[in-house]
């Protein structure tokens, strides 16, 4: 049986803001038992040329939720607002994209495929097609993003391991 697009992407992206959201969750515990302000990690970055863990969690939601977003309107464009500065609003980003993954239909994905899709940065473009555009550069980018927000609270010394990368995985019944 051929795996469908959504079947290629949803699930996974579902996985990796399952565990973005536990990740704030350890973070925001971390900082009520070290008493440290909230601000320390959401603003933490791994080098002073990457952008901060705030950053890093609106990106998954960017590029995963956002990503369906961009499919039905033909174009991505990274959202260039600030991420939110606090635990709530970072939550509400990663609930925000939930709520896309679990609305689109395996048929309204497949009805897709082949449709042109382009990623636009200012006057930056590449052209796609709909399931290259989410397999080859939005689930990459969902990745990257949530490992270095993982990255940046191990790096600030919360205990946290391979488990809470991976999240829920989808396993045999």
């Not at 038992?33 to 791994?46: R, T, V």
């Not at 977003?69 to 600030?82: I, Y």
């Not at 709909?130 to 689930?139: K, V």
Request: charged share 20%.
């Amino acid at each position: 049986m051929p795996l469908s697009l959504h079947a290629a992407f949803v699930p996974g992206a579902l996985q990796m803001l399952g565990t973005t959201h536990g990740l704030i969750d350890k973070a925001e515990a971390w900082c009520g038992e070290q008493g440290s302000d909230a601000s320390a990690l959401i603003g933490a970055c791994l080098h002073d040329q990457m952008l901060p863990f705030a950053y890093q969690v609106k990106s998954v939601a960017d590029h995963t939720g956002g990503a369906i977003e961009g499919l039905r309107a033909g174009v991505f464009s990274p959202a260039m607002e600030a991420p939110p500065q606090d635990f709530a609003g970072l939550r509400a980003k990663l609930n925000a994209a939930i709520a896309t993954l679990e609305a689109v239909t395996e048929d309204e994905l497949e009805g897709m495929i082949g449709a042109p899709m382009l990623f636009q940065m200012r006057d930056f473009k590449m052209p796609f097609t709909a399931e290259n555009f989410l397999l080859s550069f939005s689930q990459p980018n969902f990745y990257f993003h949530a490992a270095t927000a993982y990255d940046i609270l191990r790096m600030k010394g919360l205990s946290i391991g391979k488990r809470d990368f991976l999240g829920r995985m989808r396993l045999a019944s």
